[in-house]
């Protein structure tokens, strides 16, 4: 190796941190949780459970190692088994072919990378925090109903998440005892080992390793992990793709994609990096797409970022992203070495830890969800309309439901905010720039007198009625002159804002007034010559944009005085 090789590879390691010690427990507990949960959701979407165990090795690795979210665990989750399982039903491909199944992972993570490296990320940040609120608390809701079988031993019926739960509290007789005191044994344990400040970090572990032998000693009946199926002992080997099943998966590997980055997305507010650094959506597209491009070639299922099993991960203790790492090989090494004894984990102790994990990221949500509750009525309205539309609907339909309520509700609020702000020089500020103050906008324009507006909006078509009521009328308005400062404007506005301009420009002129537009960008200056409307409003009509916030205002200003002082005189 060059030492400019190993420069580079002793930077990428430095920019991956160093490790800490609760990684390491931390990675051991997440890697034991992707045994049981992995398999039940592959089983559950009719997958080889096998390939849902293998989600937690390739993808869990190169997810953590790339991610810009570095607690964030790339894995299986319960909605990106279902949705593939939706895909490739609708393509009439069979879902325990690995073939297809590698074609499929390879395919979403082709777009997930895509995704990320045209930085389409950014269009989760048009996804308002009340959406994001009820989505991110709908998932942990899903998690939670997810696992009630397992936790009880009785399957809740219903078409939605939320009539699912009911069912299930409904028919607590239908419970059986051995799993339901398991689960519950479980919780216990894992409270009395939580409430010791030594052993929070480690309290899922202990949980677990703890309630499994007392299982096992006692002989309880109850199901295990070797139910769903058995664990080969041994690593996930390299599997070729279906390259025929290319044209049938396109729109599908999309959808899948979708689904999972929807999650992901909502795990970097929930568990920002300890580190300090900034989380980046385009850099957690791209490291999904990594970790399944990988992960598609060594049978793994689709995967993404998995919000219950990166809160095992920071309940666990995880402080970088190498617990993420250290719970792909943990995995790894338990599959190889200790496949038998991970089979007879019970599934009512995951279950249990699993309705733990989903009520604290629920909990963690409190302060969010009363802090929409308390904003307003439109943006409380829109975070339960997405958590109803994700416990009840597929969830890549809930998430384009959010994704419109979004766009409505910053179409709404930003109607609602635009105005006019009238502004005035100060008493002693004649003879210096910045010296304005705010002031009551006039309902009608004075002969003979400058009144400076500026206007706060967006341009957006359904603010303009309310921007068109508040202008000043125009009536009698001889010699008055408007100066309307755009700073704020966007560079290319709304064709109905343009129209609003010449038009008032038209009215006002008819009265013998003049409309002056100030600090003009230049590509709304292009526009207002194309459309005809620089013409109509004559030399000096329009003042550019200058460094100075104030300069162009002032030259409007001056301009506009001058001109009113002549009218003034040609009347005389």
Known sequence: MTRAAASRARRALAGLGRPKASDAASGAVTGLF???????????????????????????????????????????????????????????????????????????????LLLGVLRLGAVMSFVSNAVMTGFSTGIALQIMTGVLKDATAYTPQGHNKLYQLGDWLVHVGSWQGAATATAAVTIAIWAAARAVQRLEPVALLIAMVVT??????????????KDIAAIPMALPSFT??????????????????????????????????????????????????????????????????????????????????????VSGVFLALVVLVAGSLAERIPMPVIGGLILVVGGEL???????????????????????LTFLATTQIPLQQAIVLGAVLSLLLYCAQAARQAELVALRRTPDGAGGPGSWETAESPTALAPGTVTVLEYAGS????????????????????????????????????????????????????????????????????????????????????????????????TAYADACRWASGRRADSA
């Open 362 to 384: 629920i909990w963690g949500k409190r302060h969010d969800i009363l802090l929409v509750l308390r904003t307003s009525r439109m943006s409380s309205a829109a975070m339960i």
């Open 240 to 325: 070729a793709p279906d390259l025929s099943a290319v044209p049938h998966l396109i729109g599908g590997a999309f959808s899948v994609a979708l689904v999972a980055l929807a999650q992901a997305a909502g795990i970097a507010p929930s568990m920002p990096n300890p580190d300090g650094t900034r989380s980046d959506v385009n850099g957690d597209f791209r490291s999904q797409g990594y970790a399944n491009l990988a992960g598609g070639l060594f049978q793994a299922m689709p995967s993404g970022g998995s919000l219950s099993r990166t809160g095992v991960a920071v309940s666990a203790g995880a402080r970088t992203r190498w617990a993420g790492v």
């Open 34 to 112: 992707s045994i049981p949960e992995g398999m039940a959701y592959a089983s559950i979407a009719g997958f080889n459970p096998v390939a849902g165990l293998y989600a937690g090795v390739v993808p869990a690795i190169v997810g953590s190692l790339t991610s810009r979210t570095v607690l964030m665990v790339t894995t299986l989750t319960s909605a990106i088994a279902l949705t593939s399982k939706s895909v490739l039903s609708d393509a009439g491909l069979d879902p325990k072919d690995a073939g297809n199944v590698a074609m499929l992972t390879l395919m979403v993570g082709a777009a997930m």
């Open 459 to 554: 341009s957006f078509f359904a603010e303009l009625p309310r921007i068109e009521s508040q202008l000043p009328g125009v009536d009698g308005a001889r010699g008055a002159v408007l100066v309307l400062t755009l700073r704020v404007l966007p560079d290319v506005p709304s064709s109905a804002m343009l129209k609003l301009l010449d038009r008032y420009a038209a009215r006002l002129e008819g009265q013998g007034g003049r409309l002056i537009l100030c600090g003009v960008d230049p590509a709304l200056l292009r526009l207002l010559e194309r459309s005809g409307i620089a013409t109509r409003l004559g030399p000096g009509g329009i003042v550019p944009a200058a460094p100075q916030i104030f300069g162009p205002l002032e």
């Open 212 to 225: 499994s032998i007392g299982a096992a000693l006692l002989s309880t009946d109850v199901e295990l992990v």
